[in-house]
């Protein structure tokens, strides 16, 4: 079966761009989550969406958006990029609520 | 907000030595606790888990972790380590589809 796959792997933008992000959970889990992880730290917590319906928020300003659609794939939306944004984006699926698999990640740089 | 912590930023050890890496989370309520592992050039798989029941959990490779309610602990453990764990590792708490991360200890096993 095939894992969790996020596209695309690396992404450089620049100040000021918008960026979005995509997520395919596994094949039968309903439940995707972003998280930002930036260098010696762990991950953090963006977003959960469940049934296509936001289930958590992190604490992220609302430049940081995202969906699911019918097919459970999900979109990570940033508006108006910052420096800061660069990090590692992790997206992970779980079939309830709780264990969760994780995809390679999205690089992105912003410059 | 509900918080991690991991003692050890980084352990370095020797093979056959026994590990213990810490981990203590604030949130005093029901939350589900996990270890997760990544493997240079991998990404993050889960270790082992706890949801409820035995407080000593036994994952993959020859892993267990500890949970200790009234120390807010759980940590992980192995008898004895190999050079293939060298990695990094993480302690993450789950409640109310949020999940909270450390930031990570990692292990390096001289062979």
């Known amino acids: 079966d095939a894992g969790v796959t996020q596209s695309p792997t690396h992404l450089i933008k620049t100040r000021g761009q918008q960026v979005t992000l995509r997520c395919s959970p596994i094949s039968g889990h309903k439940s995707v989550s972003w998280y930002q992880q930036v260098l010696g730290q762990g991950p953090q917590f963006i977003f959960q969406y469940y049934e296509k319906e936001e289930r958590g928020r992190g604490n992220f300003p609302d430049r940081f958006s995202a969906r699911q659609f019918p097919n459970y794939s999900s979109e990570l939306n940033v508006n108006a990029l910052l420096l800061g944004d660069s990090a590692l984006y992790l997206c992970?699926?779980?079939?309830?609520?709780?264990?969760?698999?994780f995809g390679p990640g999205t690089r992105l740089t912003v410059l | 907000a509900q918080s991690v912590s991991q003692h050890n930023h980084h352990v370095i050890l020797s093979e056959a030595a026994s590990l213990e890496l810490g981990c203590n989370y604030s949130y005093g309520g029901t939350v589900n606790l996990f270890w997760y592992v990544q493997y240079p050039g991998q990404h993050l798989q889960l270790l082992l888990k706890y949801f409820s029941g035995d407080p000593l959990v036994k994952g993959i490779k020859g892993f267990e972790a500890e949970f200790i309610k009234s120390k807010f602990s759980f940590n992980l453990r192995k008898p004895s380590v190999q050079w293939s764990d060298t990695a990094e590792y993480f302690c993450a708490v789950t409640n109310a589809g949020k999940s909270t991360f450390g930031d990570g200890t990692t292990l390096t096993v001289k062979p």
């Open positions: 992970a699926s779980s079939f309830g609520q709780n264990e969760q698999f």
